[in-house]
DNA sequence: ATGAGATCAAGAATTATTCTAAATAAGGAA
DNA sequence: TTCCTTATTTAGAATAATTCTTGATCTCAT
């Protein structure tokens, strides 16, 4: 009787476009709603309690449409699994060593981050993915921990 | 009946210390030799040229030995295979999206990294991996290609 | 030479991700 | 609506990078 009742419409976004199907909204939602930079699995396990029937691979399509829409980002630190984060300032990324968490870090609002780059005469960068590693405010301010 | 019989040596680098056996000195020199970024399977192709009996599993752990010493750094652009360099510079990663080549690209002399990024106050920064994508100064300069 | 500990080799195991094929769902035209 | 075409989803197999395991080998200090 409204306009829920619309489950697909066509978004328009950076480069591409594609339909919000719902396994797409529930995937994009996880995201929204725990901006906590999930790996594909953590999305699905959160994803399954939302809509019990969707797949992995689903998981993994709607992940993979959406970063190539420009509407989420693919997180890259360490060497582990891909991450994923609907934040779409630029920003970096920050690994605690210590209690795991990743955090955003935004670009300063004038800076350019290539700048302190000796970028090689000619060379068009299309994306620059920067992650960090070290200690986040909070595990740097307790004493070391003895395990 | 030259210094070349001793095959092993102690070397204090960076963080860590670790034994040049063998196997390592021919990983290293196949790194020194061909700064192309090779992937553990390429460095292994390699390295069985010079050492036909090295397995892939200690080349793993050379270049992982090696790494956690500091004397080569391991490499992440996109989400394929870890690449490994021997460059101790400062420096960030650049990927050609047309060619495929990985260049390096120096920090430029005085410049700080993060000094772009709203680091969050108390934060420390141990490690930054700067990984870049776009086209390479020779493929920028080329006609697009129809493939 | 001997013993302790590090390193190596071979292959099995793990894990993230991609691929395949068949079933389902959606949007447009008649 | 009903039919048609195309996109999407699903489940599971396949792939590929990396790690793990175990026993053999090597190195160094005694």
């Given at each position: 009787?409204?306009?829920?009742?619309?489950?697909?419409?066509?978004?328009?976004?950076?480069?591409?476009?594609?339909?919000?199907?719902?396994?797409?909204?529930?995937?994009?939602?996880?995201?929204?709603?725990?901006?906590d930079h999930p790996t594909?699995?953590e999305v699905?396990?959160?994803?399954?309690?939302?809509?019990?029937?969707?797949?992995?691979?689903?998981?993994?399509?709607?992940?993979?449409?959406?970063?190539?829409?420009?509407?989420?980002?693919?997180?890259?630190?360490?060497?582990?699994?891909?991450?994923?984060?609907?934040?779409?300032?630029?920003?970096?990324?920050?690994?605690?060593?210590?209690?795991?968490?990743?955090?955003?870090?935004?670009?300063?609002?004038?800076?350019?981050?290539?700048?302190?780059?000796?970028?090689?005469?000619?060379?068009?960068?299309?994306?620059?993915?920067?992650?960090?590693?070290?200690?986040?405010?909070?595990?740097?301010?307790?004493?070391?921990?003895?395990?």
């Amino acid at each position: 009787m409204n306009h829920e009742d619309h489950q697909e419409e066509t978004l328009h976004v950076g480069s591409g476009e594609f339909r919000m199907t719902k396994q797409r909204r529930v995937v994009y939602d996880v995201l929204l709603d725990q901006r906590d930079h999930p790996t594909a699995q953590e999305v699905y396990s959160r994803a399954k309690r939302r809509m019990p029937g969707i797949s992995l691979a689903t998981v993994y399509n709607c992940l993979d449409t959406m970063a190539q829409a420009g509407v989420v980002k693919q997180v890259n630190v360490a060497r582990d699994a891909t991450r994923f984060c609907p934040n779409l300032r630029p920003h970096a990324h920050f690994l605690c060593a210590r209690c795991g968490e990743v955090l955003d870090v935004d670009l300063k609002p004038t800076a350019d981050a290539t700048l302190a780059w000796a970028m090689p005469e000619g060379a068009s960068v299309e994306h620059l993915e920067v992650a960090m590693r070290g200690l986040c405010p909070t595990c740097a301010s307790q004493p070391a921990q003895l395990v």
